[in-house]
Nanobody, 114 residues
């Protein structure tokens, strides 16, 4: 099994930045894909970005050029750097791991508002 704990959410003004962290523990070597998803009120959960075991990244079109997913293998942590934040980025952000199974974190709220 894999356990995920997110942190770093909060309230930020439009144009601001936040960095989300996802601490990973458990069967780390079994993970093939790590991702960040988000769910806004009344909307379905959607993929924001993911990173493969080999380091290949993929982004949702709306965040390309503004968000960066990365990982620190020594710290067993995956990050989501979010720049130029917009009100429409407001959502609960979830960390996800895929292995022979799937795990989700508890989510962290990101609110972009003036």
């Amino acid at each position: 099994q894999v356990q995920l704990v997110e942190s770093g959410g909060g309230l930020v003004q439009p144009g601001g930045s936040l960095r989300l962290s996802c601490a990973v523990s458990g069967s780390i070597l079994s993970i093939s894909l790590m991702g960040w998803y988000r769910q806004a009120p009344g909307k379905q959960r959607e993929l924001v970005a993911h990173i493969t075991k080999g380091g290949t990244t993929t982004y949702q079109d709306s965040v390309k050029g503004r968000f960066t997913i990365s990982r620190d293998n020594a710290k067993n942590t995956v990050y989501l750097q979010m720049n130029s934040l917009k009100p429409e980025d407001t959502a609960v952000y979830y960390c996800n791991a895929k292995f022979p199974g799937e795990s989700w974190g508890q989510g962290t709220q990101v609110t972009v508002s003036s």
